[in-house]
């Protein structure tokens, strides 16, 4: 079975500063991670996905996350936290069943809060 | 607008009564997937349909809840006898299946079921 765990239900920066966004993964199979956003009362936007071609990946609105298998972590970060990036961030991992990789198992969430 | 559409947004519903929810999704894609959002919570997978088909459903998808995706295009979930713990966000997505197992499923902006 797969799951993902997201440590901290809110994080609380200042524009400006580093923003950190923890996500630990459980798998029995290769994983395939992906990291959404959700801004109130919208749906999830797919900000960035590790699908084994890189470690390090880079996604859209300057944010990127590492995969290390060793610490079975995919955190997700930003140099400089904006006022618009305060939203709910979810980590996913691909569930592996009888058809394949198909269905997304997500995390609780982390709301990132940014202060000016 | 090319994006996954879901209508109603909001549904507001005595306890008892019936609901249905509708989801178009992108036009090209075959996979479509049904997911719950509560509050608090990330989105717990339903059910999930591979044109015509539905391939899986979650043990959360009770006796009272069906979902439909005739000639493979838009989809509806119905809810029967509609109780308090049906109140959440339900979430369509759609995906290609060559890409599905990476994760790139499209959200829609949901439907938030308000159960009184």
């Known amino acids: 079975a797969q799951s993902v765990t997201q440590l901290g239900s809110h994080v609380s920066v200042s524009e400006g500063a580093l923003v950190l966004l923890r996500c630990n993964y459980s798998?029995?199979?290769?994983?395939?991670l992906f990291w959404y956003v959700q801004y109130p009362n919208q749906g999830l936007q797919l900000l960035l996905k590790y699908t084994s071609a890189a470690t390090l990946v880079k996604g859209i609105n300057g944010f990127e996350a590492e995969f290390k298998k060793s610490e079975t972590s995919f955190h997700l970060t930003k140099p400089s936290a904006h006022m618009s990036d305060a939203a709910e961030y979810f980590c996913a991992v691909s569930r592996f069943g009888n058809s394949g990789y198909s269905t997304l198992t997500f995390g609780k969430g982390t709301m990132l809060l940014v202060s000016p | 607008d090319t994006g996954v559409s879901q209508d109603p947004r909001h549904k507001i519903t005595k306890r008892g009564q019936n609901v249905t929810f509708r989801c178009d999704p992108i036009?090209?894609?075959?996979?479509l997937y049904w997911y719950r959002q509560t509050l608090g919570q990330g989105p717990e997978f339903l059910t999930y349909f591979q044109n015509e088909a539905q391939l899986e459903k979650s043990r959360l998808l009770s006796d009272r809840f069906s979902a439909e995706r005739p000639k493979g295009s838009f989809s509806t979930l119905e809810i029967q006898r509609t109780e308090q713990g049906d109140s959440a966000m339900y979430l369509c997505?759609?995906?290609?299946?060559?890409?599905?197992?990476?994760?790139?499923?499209?959200f829609g902006q949901g439907t938030r079921l308000t159960v009184v």
């Open positions: 798998s029995s199979v290769p994983p395939y």
């Open positions: 036009s090209e894609h075959n996979r």
């Open positions: 997505a759609s995906s290609l299946t060559r890409t599905s197992g990476q994760g790139e499923a499209f």
